[in-house]
């Protein structure tokens, strides 16, 4: 098994650059959000109380981040060693999506100065699923930081550590955690009821949802191995990524068994073909999650790394598609409520992203992420 | 105190011109009409060689109507009775009695068939042939069916007249009817004044209106005439802004009733009651019952005053509900601006770009990898 | 290296555990029933006159500040229930808009504010429990020092009440409480005392739901004595029953509320939305109970996987 070895290089480059004024921008916003509220820079309104720095920064960033534990799943759970090398990457994306999604949380919160209630015993209400949800987050930002710590260890000592008993524990409640709360994710929803459509308001939410963070987190590894090889100069992974992209067609036929079964059983696939935005999108939240599936159903597809990569890009715009239905789009309060995100709180999810690839960048340059076969190309 | 002379010089016998056209763009006023239709109606009341004549008859009615008309004061009522109308018979009013005043009558519909106005005051009683009000012998009931028919227009003034009023409450032993009713279907024109007693200033204009342009002025389903009977009591009363913030007087003399809060609690009608009083009011000197802190009873509107008991809430009324509520459905806004809708199609084409070039990127590669 | 037949099976088993776990059980979670204290008010649409008196005694009582919209250029004209107003009166239009309390051509109010459900979806919601249900009187209140702004109760709030500072660098939620303050001290909340018909009748939900009962039985046109103010005030007005639709809104809507409606249009007219009985809190919090009831199920999966980290990390070795 290759080992894992910084990548090496300057730091700022032109991306880079790109990315760090997209970042100031979004923290001039940020300013603004703080100082005049958070009317001043979002369009979240009382209809739409959560917007995208929820749906995208929270739930969709989340689920991006779901590499790492996608991938101890089938690395630990599954006894599968072969997919090594790609754990260290999958959890370092993991680490900065969930530590960026905690931060969302604290820029959208509006009374932050109180987030430590949710850890105060005489607060917390074992009956919400939001205090779950967060709780897990914020032990999984926690785990994953544990989890990664080998890393750092290792950039120190270049050596490579031995895994102790307590990191085992830790992966495992690292495979655990996501597992809770990305299923919540879903729950979350449950208490929208009326307002959310049909086609997304289902007690099977939970379930949903965790399939599909899985699903995504798998589609995620094959896209940021890509992705890095492109963008750092390395060799394609596809050898590896061909066997691993077998996964995602069995989590797709689950996925989608439930979700139509499911819609079929409580009598409300009519909708879909309604017409209206709430059915478009629902059509071409599945559209993108049943070509992928027709694409990897082939083994020659899967070989190919163009295929691979389209169908990850698919199945990513799905599952980004498919939580901003059940969060926006599908949610109606009624009573002429509208909501489309503003300039400024467009820009401040960008800048989050722009931070995530910024650190991305930085840490695969400068600590052992990569595996190291893949820079037999230079 | 003693009074000046002068206060008493100010009750012309005789009006100047001055004051004449006063009085008459006073009326124009009332009526909404522009205040140049002011010598028009000057006109319309002096030029014609004669006075338009008038016929008052009296029902079952308390003379409260023609008291009330005799505190106007712009015109005064001898101006009225002596310088704008002819008031040819009038039971209250006439200087002749008996024999003398009925024959004065006869002789004066029979000239001005087709061109006098018939006001009626009262209620008409119809039960029994009619016998329970006569004059000079003859049920009023008789004698309105043989002079309407000769009459320009019938007013009916007061709200016994109108709908019934007092006499008609129940049991209504005397069939006590409303003019309209007993003229209906005959197309003779009836135009309701009601009040009790209705503001004399109602009627006045009414009766200069249609000597000015002939015609009858614009009515309401009730055949009310618009300009008075159109708004309610409520919507232009003194007291509203308490309503509106729910200050309310509890009871006759505590803390609200003192401080003239809404009146409405005690039984107000004037939420449900179509009159000018809170605008025009009464004597010329700005009373009415609501700022006496009485709520108003609703004398003027039919199946109000007389018969709803004068302590429970009105029915609020309101052609349509005010402009102030807002509507169930109301747009927040919150909905894509240009910018912003600009800002994400930047970026989503920037995504799917990015996108397009990484799979060129993936092909160059493969080839090199190849 | 493929994957082992047995390492497969195995996994395979963790994955059971784990849709197992993840499986939403819909076992029926117990119907939370009206407290007997219950506190609420009955709202008669029929009898109110939309004179707005509510809203001013509802600032008054609460001291909340004035709002100004473009509705209409007047001092005090909130378009809809915002961190500002707490109470509302709103109206329905239609055709002609003669006749009160009729669906075509008519008109008709309708007030809106905190229903004070008996199983309230932001309670359930709250992570923090800043939004709580008083054991005794059941009205749903509100705890800043709590709150954390989260504003998952605006999510889970079927009827879109509680209401954020969205201008404000320290906001706060804002819903109508009841007036609990005056409750306190014996008084009855502000909507209910200032009302002059009578329209909004403070008093214990059970009580109030025999008089819409009794209302919906009454004869339409004839007068009949109506309570004004509480429903134990013992001062009662003398006025026509209007026709009714046969519903009481808040009967049973999502597991019933403490404040209840009646009106001469449907309420799906008035803007309130059509809910089932059951709540979406109970359905909600029985999966999560499922799941997570003592954290069994989630040790035992823990247990479980930290087993097969184990196994697998020996595997490698």
């Given at each position: 098994m290759s080992e894992a070895k910084p990548v090496g290089g300057k730091v700022f480059t032109g991306p880079f650059l790109f990315f760090l004024v997209i970042t100031l921008i979004g923290i001039f916003f940020l300013g603004k959000r703080f100082m005049f509220g958070i009317g001043a820079v979002t369009n979240m309104n009382d209809g739409f109380p959560w917007g995208i720095w929820i749906t995208y920064d929270v739930v969709v960033g989340t689920a991006f981040a779901c590499g790492g534990y996608s991938m101890a799943l089938l690395v630990y759970v599954f006894n599968n060693g072969e997919y090594h090398p790609l754990v260290r990457p999958a959890l370092l994306a993991s680490m900065f999506g969930y530590t960026l999604a905690g931060v969302s949380v604290f820029i959208d919160i509006g009374r932050y100065w109180h987030i430590y209630n949710v850890f105060l015993p005489w607060f917390t209400n074992f009956n919400s699923i939001l205090l779950e949800v967060a709780l897990c987050i914020a032990a999984y930002i926690a785990v994953l930081w544990i989890e990664f710590s080998p890393a750092f260890l290792e950039a120190k000592s270049g050596t490579k550590s031995k895994v102790n008993k307590l990191l085992i524990f830790f992966i495992a409640l690292g495979i655990l955690l996501p597992t809770m709360h990305q299923s919540s994710l879903g729950s979350l929803?449950?208490?929208a009821g009326n307002k959310l459509s049909p086609l997304w308001w289902t007690p099977m939410l939970p379930l949903i949802f965790l399939i599909s963070a899985i699903t995504m987190g798998y589609t995620v590894v094959i896209f940021e191995s890509t992705v890095s090889a492109l963008g750092f100069k390395r060799r394609l992974e596809t050898d590896i990524l061909a066997k691993l992209s077998l996964v995602i067609p069995i989590l797709l036929i689950i996925f989608l068994v439930i979700r139509f079964g499911d819609l079929l059983m409580r009598g409300h696939f009519g909708l879909a073909f309604s017409g209206t935005l709430q059915g478009n999108m629902f059509l071409l939240e599945n559209i993108l999650h049943i070509l992928p599936l027709v694409i990897l159903a082939s083994a020659t597809n899967r070989k190919n790394a163009k295929m691979l990569f389209l169908s990850a890009c698919s199945l990513m715009l799905g599952g980004l598609l498919f939580r901003f239905n059940t969060y926006l789009i599908g949610f109606d309060p009624g009573t002429g409520w509208h909501y489309f995100p503003a300039i400024g709180e467009q820009f401040i999810t960008y800048s989050i992203i722009s931070a995530e690839i910024l650190l991305y960048m930085i840490f695969v340059k400068k600590l052992p992420v990569l595996s190291s076969h893949g820079q037999a190309r230079a | 105190m003693k009074c000046r002379e002068s206060d008493f010089e100010k009750i012309p016998s005789g009006v100047s011109r001055r004051d004449f056209l006063k009085v008459c763009t006073a009326t124009a006023v009332y009526m909404g009409l522009p205040a140049s239709f002011g010598p028009k109606i000057a006109e319309a009341a002096t030029a014609a060689k004669k006075r338009p004549p008038v016929i008052w008859l009296s029902g079952q009615e308390c003379t409260g109507c023609t008291e009330a008309l005799l505190r106007t004061s712009h015109p005064t009522l001898e101006h009225l009775i002596l310088d704008l109308i002819a008031l040819d018979y009038a039971e209250t009013l006439n200087t002749g009695a008996g024999h003398q005043a009925e024959e004065y009558r006869a002789k004066s519909i029979e000239e001005n068939k087709g061109k006098f106005i018939l006001v009626c005051e009262g209620s008409i009683p119809v039960k029994d042939g009619g016998i329970y009000c006569k004059i000079a012998g003859k049920p009023v009931l008789e004698i309105l069916k043989e002079t309407a028919p000769k009459a320009a227009a019938v007013i009916a003034i007061g709200s016994c007249a109108t709908w019934g009023g007092v006499p008609s409450a129940e049991p209504n032993p005397t069939g006590a009817t409303p003019v309209y009713k007993i003229l209906e279907g005959t197309g003779i024109p009836v135009i309701n004044i009601p009040g009790c007693p209705p503001n004399g200033y109602n009627f006045l204009s009414t009766v200069l209106y249609y000597v000015t342009f002939k015609k009858l002025p614009a009515l309401d389903d009730k055949l009310r005439p618009k300009f008075a009977y159109g708004r309610l009591i409520h919507e232009n009363c003194e007291r509203r802004p308490h309503f509106d913030a729910g200050r309310f007087a509890e009871q006759f003399g505590d803390e609200g009733h003192l401080n003239g809060y809404c009146l409405y609690k005690l039984g107000c009608k004037g939420p449900e009651t179509y009159n000018n009083c809170s605008t025009l009011r009464f004597n010329d000197m700005g009373t009415w019952p609501v700022n006496t802190g009485h709520p108003c009873f609703g004398c003027s509107e039919e199946g109000v005053g007389f018969n709803i008991p004068l302590h429970t809430p009105a029915e609020v009324k309101n052609v349509t509900p005010g402009a102030v509520q807002t509507p169930i459905n109301v747009d927040h806004g919150g909905g894509i601006s240009p910018g912003a809708a600009a800002l994400a199609g930047v970026v989503a084409g920037g995504i799917l770009g990015a996108g397009a070039v990484a799979m060129k990127k993936i092909d160059q590669e493969e080839k090199k990898q190849d | 290296m493929k994957i082992k037949r047995r390492d497969f099976l195995k996994g395979a088993a963790g994955c059971g555990v784990l849709a197992a776990v993840g499986q939403p059980s819909l076992a029926e979670a117990k119907k939370k029933e009206r407290l007997p204290g219950a506190l609420g008010f009955l709202y008669d649409s029929t009898l109110c006159i939309g004179c707005q008196a509510c809203m001013v005694g509802c600032k008054k009582a609460n001291d909340m500040p004035v709002e100004s919209s473009d509705l209409l250029p007047i001092w005090e004209n909130p378009r809809d229930l915002s961190a500002k107003t707490i109470n509302i009166i709103k109206k329905y239009e239609d055709g002609t808009g003669k006749n009160k309390d009729q669906e075509a051509d008519g008109f008709a109010y309708v007030k809106r504010q905190c229903m004070h459900c008996t199983d309230p979806g932001c309670v359930s919601a709250c992570p923090v429990s800043a939004m709580r249900k008083n054991p005794d009187t059941g009205v749903v209140t509100y705890n800043k020092d709590a709150c954390?702004?989260?504003?998952y109760c605006q999510v889970a709030c079927p009827f879109n009440i509680p209401k954020f500072e969205w201008e404000s660098a320290f906001p706060q939620i804002v819903k109508c409480q009841l007036c609990s303050h005056l409750l306190a001290k014996g008084e009855i909340p502000g909507c209910c005392s200032s009302c002059p018909t009578g329209a909004t009748v403070f008093g214990n939900t059970n009580e109030l739901l025999a008089e819409a009962k009794r209302r919906r039985q009454m004869e339409p046109g004839k007068y009949y004595d109506f309570p004004v103010a509480s429903i134990d005030s013992g001062k009662t007005f003398s006025q026509k029953a209007a026709r009714y639709i046969p519903q009481i809104y808040g009967e049973s809507e999502v597991g019933g509320t403490q404040v209840l409606m009646l009106a001469g249009v449907p309420f799906s007219k008035l803007g309130l939305p059509e809910l089932p009985e059951k709540s979406y809190a109970s359905t909600a919090e029985s999966i999560q109970h499922t799941l997570y009831k003592g954290m069994i199920a989630p040790i035992v999966v823990l247990a479980g996987l930290y087993y097969f980290v184990n196994s697998s990390q020996k595997d490698t070795d």
């Open positions: 929803m449950i208490l | - | 954390i702004g989260c504003r």
